[in-house]
């Protein structure tokens, strides 16, 4: 886990200030205010890879749809299938909230 390099008080506050939006709206203002462009889109994209391998798509629809090169993929593979099992907590997470949405 590399983020440990960089844990401390200013990591904490910074994810504690991620976790204190409330609102869709109040997480694009935080993002619009903290990060260009092309870093929201890389992170998207990464997440939109995480998703599409969850949901056991190919190499090759990803890159189709996500236009991730295998590199990316690869890197987010690994992140998926070896990492801290965050991209399931959330996958999950959105799946309950949709169902629960739906009732």
């Given at each position: 886990?590399l983020?440990?390099?960089?844990q401390?008080?200013?990591?904490?506050?910074?994810?504690q200030?991620?976790?204190s939006?409330?609102?869709?709206?109040?997480?694009?203002?935080?993002f619009?205010d903290?990060?260009?462009v092309?870093?929201?889109k890389?992170?998207?994209?990464r997440?939109?890879?995480?998703?599409?391998?969850?949901?056991?798509?190919?190499?090759?629809?990803?890159?189709?749809?996500a236009?991730?090169?295998t590199?990316?993929?690869?890197?987010?593979?690994?992140?998926l299938?070896h990492g801290?099992?965050?991209?399931?907590?959330i996958?999950?997470?959105?799946l309950?909230q949709m169902?629960?949405?739906?009732e």
């Open positions: 886990m983020i440990k390099e960089l401390g008080k200013a990591l904490d506050e910074f994810f200030g991620i976790l939006l409330e609102t869709l709206e109040e997480c694009y203002a935080f619009d903290l990060c260009t092309n870093e929201i890389t992170l998207m994209q997440f939109q890879v995480a998703k599409m391998l969850y949901n056991r798509k190919t190499y090759n629809e990803i890159e189709e749809e236009g991730a090169s590199a990316t993929i690869s890197r987010v593979k690994r992140s299938f801290n099992q965050s991209y399931e907590v996958f999950n997470r959105m309950e169902n629960a949405d739906k």
